[in-house]
């Protein structure tokens, strides 16, 4: 249903403006930061304007977590809740905040001033603890700064003047090898593409054996082939830089420093593919990067690396819009990402057919990660078969790897592929390491009788996170998070997934509040099955992984839990009455179901 327009929406004509192409997503991330909140007139306009339903518009707000229906706090702080954080005190540190600013986590202040809640990893795990007000990263956080942030919000100072240096953001790059060490000439890859033409850049990915960085480990020149025959119709280049995987932070640093490189990998592929139109899909938690990606895309524009007739090659046209993400993990899986970019909830996709072929706007698309971007600018420049001898036989090139937790130089280190965990843990520092958690929530969980194993596609495969927990972690509360994770980010589309990602976490709290038996362990048994036989895509596939994983290898840290032998219900009577006790103001013996004289 199309509703009246309100004249006081108009300020939202501008907003359509600077979208021609309508994208839902982008207009309401506009619209949000212009009001704090998706106001209900504001929906009103949109939906006459966009000839949308009303309920289409909505359904797409209300399925980002960081957009806003109903009024949320002038200043709107997000504390970061990765594993990672919560190690580093990120708990204690908002309940401090929250009681300076008197109010409740998750709800907003009564003068509406400010708001506290938590969010799911941004990206920060080697600076951490961190949080997000207003959409802007601050990091480090500690007592000083909590207190300073707190008096910066009561005495209303606009972001705008509070200190840059809260908001300073370091790069950590740790260890440096064929490319965080390369000095990239904006254009050279280009260059080399005009010289020998598309099928010969194409033919030198394919010699360089590179594979697609976001996990999967797809052969890149395979996908650029299926993607260049399928068919006569627009073709798409999509960068998938939503690295929303708990403990991975790779992006950020290779946007941050080496956009040229990443946009030139983008645009060799569109001449391979024949695109274009290409997009850059950020994650809302690095929107501080915007405008120096933007200028980074201005400057190319201006030197004619983009746009029209690129390096003076009649047809070669091609350019680059970056899209926002707005704080939902499942936007990392590639189907998701092209519904979100085409302003629909996040929802995975049916495959096959595959993006390749039915991508963006059901057009043949290539997705990659930001790093395999970046490594076929330099394998254009360097050759297929210099990349190709670095490495292993099944994993060539080099792997950014993510490294935080307990260790004393967490940040990014770039290693060839075939790099063990045991010279990654000596090199950042790791003493007495209990166990590492490699490519987030839904990767492996490395035990110290395999820290001789490598990191290669046919050993273990990684999309970057390395998580370290030395041996004074509880890996059961490890696990615990993680199954929080997914429950928290479970898209919600199919039922098992849906309802069995909660489940599994209201069977951990269980066992951590010391009600479990065995009847527990075979139910999440049971649960593994139905989720990896039903789901829908890997969120619900591998949300088990994580206390599998850790049941298999740290037994003890579950046998302590298991307090009885027979069944015990989650569900406790007893505490269930316990605001009925409250309303009545009794709390004597009689009042409980478990009475002194049983
Ligand atoms: Fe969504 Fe989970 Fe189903 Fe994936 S498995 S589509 S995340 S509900």
Redesign the pocket.
């Known amino acids: 249903m199309v509703c009246q327009v309100n004249m006081h929406a108009s300020y939202l004509d501008p907003i359509l403006m600077r979208y021609p192409h309508r994208d839902l997503l982008q207009i309401l991330i506009a619209v949000q930061d212009c009001h704090g909140y998706i106001h209900t007139d504001a929906i009103d306009h949109l939906s006459l304007q966009l000839q949308l339903p009303r309920a289409k518009i909505v359904g797409v707000a209300s399925f980002y977590a960081h957009l806003y229906l109903q009024p949320k706090g002038e200043y709107r702080v997000l504390f970061s809740d990765n594993i990672t954080d919560r190690m580093q005190g990120n708990m204690a540190l908002m309940t401090s905040m929250c009681q300076q600013l008197w109010l409740e986590p998750g709800k907003a202040s009564e003068d509406g001033l400010v708001s506290i809640d938590t969010t799911s990893c941004t990206g920060m795990c080697d600076q951490g603890p961190a949080m997000l007000v207003n959409g802007l990263a601050i990091n480090r956080l500690t007592e000083e700064r909590i207190n300073r942030i707190s008096a910066l919000i009561r005495g209303r100072v606009p972001l705008s003047g509070w200190p840059a240096a809260l908001f300073a953001i370091d790069d950590n790059i740790r260890r440096r090898d064929i490319l965080l060490d390369s000095c990239f000439e904006a254009g050279s890859a280009l260059a080399v593409i005009l010289q020998g033409g598309s099928d010969k850049t194409l033919q030198e990915i394919k010699a360089s054996r590179l594979r697609g960085r976001g996990g999967a480990g797809f052969s890149t020149g395979d996908k650029w082939q299926l993607c260049r025959d399928a068919g006569e119709t627009d073709h798409y280049v999509v960068c998938n830089a939503d690295e929303g995987e708990p403990g991975t932070f790779k992006d950020r640093i290779l946007l941050e420093n080496f956009a040229d490189m990443v946009f030139e990998g983008m645009t060799l592929c569109a001449n391979i593919i024949g695109a274009e139109r290409g997009f850059l899909y950020l994650r809302g938690e690095y929107r501080y990067l915007l405008p120096s990606l933007q200028s980074v895309l201005a400057r190319r524009r201006g030197k004619k690396l983009l746009g029209n007739n690129i390096l003076g090659l009649a047809g070669f046209n091609f350019d680059i819009d970056i899209h926002l993400g707005a704080g939902a993990y499942?936007c990392g899986e590639e189907s998701a990402l092209i519904e979100s970019l085409e302003g629909k909830r996040g929802?995975?996709r049916n495959r096959p057919p595959y993006p390749v072929t039915h991508g963006y706007l059901n057009q043949p698309t290539v997705v990659n990660n930001v790093e395999t971007f970046a490594a076929a600018s330099l394998i254009a420049l360097k050759s297929g078969a210099w990349y190709a001898n670095i490495g292993t036989n099944t994993s060539s090139g080099t792997k950014i790897l993510c490294v935080s937790g307990d260790c004393e130089y967490p940040g990014v280190y770039e290693y060839p592929f075939g790099v063990s965990i045991a010279q990654v843990l000596s090199d950042c520092g790791a003493q007495d390491t209990q166990a590492v958690q490699i490519s987030g929530p839904s990767g492996m969980c490395i035990a110290p009788d395999e820290f001789h194993r490598r990191i290669a596609f046919d050993d273990i495969p990684t999309a970057g996170a390395f998580m370290v927990f030395d041996k004074t972690r509880d890996m059961f509360e490890v696990a615990r998070n993680f199954v929080h994770f997914f429950a928290h980010e479970?898209?919600?589309?199919?039922t098992p997934?849906?309802i069995g990602t909660t489940l599994l976490a209201n069977m951990m709290d269980k066992l951590g509040e010391g009600h479990g038996s065995p009847y527990d362990f075979n139910e999440i048994k049971n649960l593994n099955a139905l989720l990896k036989s039903t789901?829908?895509?890997g969120?619900?596939h591998t949300a088990c992984n994580p206390v599998l994983e850790t049941m298999a290898k740290f037994p003890e840290t579950y046998d302590k839990r298991i307090s009885n032998k027979e069944f015990v219900p989650d569900f406790d009577l007893d505490r269930a009455l316990s605001q009925a006790r409250q309303m009545t103001g009794r709390d004597d013996t009689d009042a409980h179901l478990a009475r002194s004289d049983d």
């Open positions: 499942i929802t995975p479970s898209c919600g589309f199919c997934c849906r789901s829908h895509c969120l619900g």
